[in-house]
């Protein structure tokens, strides 16, 4: 095991004449849960020093680190003041994804954290249902500061934004409408790409995405857009459950996004007798997490924890305010996160449960994670520029234009399908630069050439495997 020195959280360490310490240590997130009790063994640690006399520690964290890696993108534009972006998943609807993803919201509010809350799933926004704003007669309106975009509603120290607060159809306060949300599947990636790129995030800590349920088209396209952090898998403890959730976690792990946690949910329910039961059956927790660490063994090495939920009246309606929809689809009451209206029940120490391991398994993999490069294309060069930045130095790597064109996106591997002398089909493309740079989440960079050729998308290790033989 490292110590926190080795991991980097010692920045800087300054003693004055008077004996007096001044440590500096960055925590590499905010909010991490366990960063009082590293200040604690700090200073008891340094508390038999006899020429000690005080000990002054002070924390940092990084600034947003989504822009390193799309700053050519304006698809994620509007998260360039976001931190850390955590995607909660089911491979199935109906097993309680949205009310998992708003209470860990809040409960990540709750400790003084900057949240976002993007409800993505356009098909079934159900937010509007579950969140009232601040101000309810408040409708979403643009940003004055850029009339491009619109800001989010907020509750607390929560920004939220759904389909259903934007789409005059989808019967919710205010929209207008009754009707559902009949949407197309390239439409709905649109729409989910305007919500994020045209919205006035401002600073966050922390983004939660509710996705749409499945491992479908939308689902591959929003991990590919999103520069995620890592995935929250929703879902019942049933036999099946098994084969879904490493569906799920597989996907996420061809997509380079790490598994934060797996919730089990509606595990059971306590009848007014006491008695336990467990409507969905009992899998072995040890058989999940060991299906679920061999799907993601390429992409983290720290294991992904399992949370258990059982069932409750309190939180299956809607957090407690909507029991029922009137004939114009509008809630009667304002509804309020669970967290918020009972922060003393089981479920509430659940959810805060939940947000300490998922903060806690980010702080892991911010240690362990393969560092992304910033991406961009010097025009003056003709050369793809790939830039890594780690605490103590940076690295560039470089691929000329016409190399990267004749390459295979998915190995590396020079294409030549007429058996031309490779320099040959290097001139050939000597003129041809890439008129369109859009980075892809965790996973890689599209490319679209002046010659009007679109390439699919090359991950990051392929990058860097090209970079690397041109430098020989």
């Given at each position: 095991m490292k110590t926190i020195n080795e991991i980097g959280v010692i920045?800087?360490?300054?003693?004055?004449q008077s004996g007096k310490a001044s440590l500096c240590m960055d925590m590499f997130i905010p909010g991490y849960p366990y960063e009082d009790k590293i200040k604690t063994e700090c200073r008891d640690a340094l508390k038999d020093l006899s020429w000690l006399t005080d000990v002054a520690i002070t924390t940092s964290t990084p600034p947003p680190s989504v822009s390193a890696a799309t700053t050519v993108s304006s698809t994620t534009n509007g998260l360039r003041g976001v931190k850390h972006i955590i995607g909660v998943s089911s491979c199935k609807g109906g097993v309680g994804k949205s009310t998992v993803a708003v209470n860990l919201a809040f409960s990540l509010a709750q400790r003084g954290l900057k949240v976002a809350l993007l409800d993505a799933d356009v098909y079934g926004p159900s937010l509007p249902f579950m969140v009232t704003p601040s101000d309810p007669t408040q409708p979403v309106r643009r940003s004055q500061n850029n009339p491009d975009h619109v800001l989010p509603l907020d509750r607390g120290n929560v920004r939220f934004l759904s389909f259903g607060h934007v789409n005059p159809k989808a019967g919710v306060p205010g929209a207008g409408g009754k009707s559902a949300a009949v949407v197309r599947g390239p439409i709905v990636s649109r729409v989910i790409n305007q919500l994020v790129a045209?919205?006035?995030?401002?600073?966050?800590d922390y983004m939660v995405v509710d996705m749409p349920p499945g491992t479908g088209d939308i689902q591959i396209t929003l991990s590919q857009t999103i520069p995620f952090t890592g995935a929250v898998i929703v879902t019942t403890p049933h036999v099946l459950a098994v084969a879904d959730v490493v569906k799920g976690v597989e996907m996420f792990s061809d997509m380079k996004v790490p598994t934060l946690a797996i919730v089990e949910n509606m595990c059971s329910f306590t009848c007014e007798h006491g008695s336990v039961y467990y409507p969905f059956g009992r899998i072995s927790r040890e058989l999940l997490?060991?299906?679920?660490?061999?799907?993601?063994?390429?992409?983290?090495s720290s294991s992904v924890p399992v949370h258990s939920f059982g069932m409750s009246s309190d939180l299956s309606s809607l957090t407690d305010e909507v029991s029922s929809l009137d004939n114009s689809l509008r809630p009667h009451a304002h509804p309020i996160p669970h967290v918020e209206r009972h922060p003393d029940s089981l479920h509430s120490m659940n959810f805060r449960d939940l947000a300490t391991g998922v903060l806690a398994q980010i702080f892991n993999l911010q240690i362990e994670a393969q560092i992304l490069p910033q991406v961009s294309y010097s025009d003056r060069r003709n050369v793809i520029v790939l830039r890594y930045f780690t605490p103590s130095q940076a690295i560039e790597y470089t691929i000329p234009a016409s190399e990267l064109r004749i390459r295979d996106p998915l190995t590396g591997d020079i294409v030549n399908p007429n058996n031309e002398g490779v320099s040959e089909l290097k001139a050939k493309y000597s003129t041809v630069r890439p008129v369109e740079v859009d980075c892809k989440g965790n996973y890689g960079v599209a490319f679209v050439w002046s010659d009007g050729y679109y390439a699919d998308i090359f991950p990051f290790d392929v990058l860097k495997k090209i970079a690397n033989e041109c430098k020989l």
């Open positions: 920045q800087s360490v300054n003693v004055d045209a919205t006035d995030w401002g600073d966050v997490k060991e299906r679920v660490q061999k799907a993601c063994s390429g992409v983290q």
